[in-house]
Nanobody, 119 residues
Framework: QVQLVESGGGLVQPGGSLRLSCAAS??????????MDWYRQSAGKQRELVAR???????NYADSAKGRFTISRDNAKKTVYLQMNSLKPEDTGVYYC???????????WGQGTQVTVSS
């Protein structure tokens, strides 16, 4: 079994920054072999993919995140990060990390961490 635990959310003013972390534990000896995703679910909207980092470290971003968010990973710590800068009110939502593979899709999810961008 795999557990993913997000942290780092909170309340921040527009233009501010937050760094989210997602720590993996359990039977996840192959953490480095999988891509990891960050998703966001805002009120009344479907969960959307914000950023993905491949097993090799290549990153892809939603258009809304390009130039402001940076996804990274530390395989030794089994942790993936999402650095969010220049935050906007529309970035508000619950952020989830998830493990991804082409064969299984998103097979494990964390419990989510709330990000609120408001003055």
């Amino acid at each position: 079994q795999v557990q993913l635990v997000e942290s780092g959310g909170g309340l921040v003013q527009p233009g501010g920054s937050l760094r989210l972390s997602c720590a993996a534990s359990g039977t996840i000896s192959s953490f480095s072999m999988y891509a990891m995703d960050w998703y966001r679910q805002s009120a009344g909207k479907q969960r959307e993919l914000v950023a993905r980092i491949s097993s090799g470290g290549s990153a892809n971003y939603a258009d809304s995140a390009k130039g402001r968010f940076t996804i990274s990973r530390d395989n030794a710590k089994k942790t993936v990060y999402l650095q969010m800068n220049s935050l906007k009110p529309e970035d508000t939502g619950v952020y989830y990390c998830s493990r991804y593979s082409a064969i299984k899709g998103n097979d494990y999810w964390g419990q989510g961490t709330q990000v609120t961008v408001s003055s």
